[in-house]
C-alpha cells in the first residue's frame, strides 16, 4: 500500500518561501506521475504542479507558473515543491497525489490519482 506523508507547510509573510516535502512509501515515486494540489477554505481542489514517473517532464498551474517549481529525489523518494513569492491567495491546504498510467492532458484533475496524502496546511499573512 502505497502511502504519502507531507510535511513543510507553516505560517509565512507574503513575498515569503516555504518547502513542502512529500516522503512517499509502500512503492516507488519513479512509478507514479506525482502532483500537488492545494485545497482553500471553501474552494474545490486546484491542480498545482506535476512530475512525470521519467522525472523529466514537469508541469504547472497558470496561478503558480514562475513561482513554484517541483521536483523529486528519488534516492530518497521524496517530492518537493518549492513555493517562493507567497501570497495570500495560496493559503491552503496542500497535497500530495501519486497516480498510475496518467496521460499528460488529463494531470490535472484529481479523479486520475491514486494515493494521497493527508495534507499539509500553508498560511500566507498579508
Known amino acids: 500500500q502505497v502511502q504519502l506523508v507531507e510535511s513543510g507547510g507553516g505560517l509565512v509573510q507574503t513575498g515569503g518561501s516555504l518547502k513542502l516535502s512529500c516522503v512517499v512509501s509502500g512503492g516507488t515515486l519513479r512509478r507514479y506521475t506525482m502532483a500537488w494540489f492545494r485545497q482553500g477554505p471553501g474552494k474545490e481542489r486546484e491542480f498545482v504542479a506535476a512530475?512525470?514517473?521519467?522525472?523529466?517532464?514537469?508541469h504547472y498551474g497558470d496561478s503558480v507558473k514562475g513561482r513554484f517549481t517541483v521536483s523529486r529525489d528519488t534516492a530518497k523518494n521524496t517530492l518537493y515543491l518549492q513555493m517562493n513569492d507567497l501570497k495570500p491567495e495560496d493559503t491552503s491546504i496542500y497535497y500530495c497525489?501519486?497516480?498510475?498510467?496518467?496521460?499528460?492532458?488529463?494531470?490535472?484533475?484529481?479523479?486520475?490519482?491514486?494515493?494521497w496524502g493527508q495534507g499539509t496546511q500553508v498560511t500566507v499573512s498579508s
Open positions: 512530475i512525470r514517473s521519467n522525472g523529466g517532464t514537469t
Open positions: 497525489a501519486a497516480g498510475a498510467g496518467i496521460i499528460w492532458s488529463s494531470l490535472w484533475s484529481s479523479n486520475n490519482y491514486n494515493y
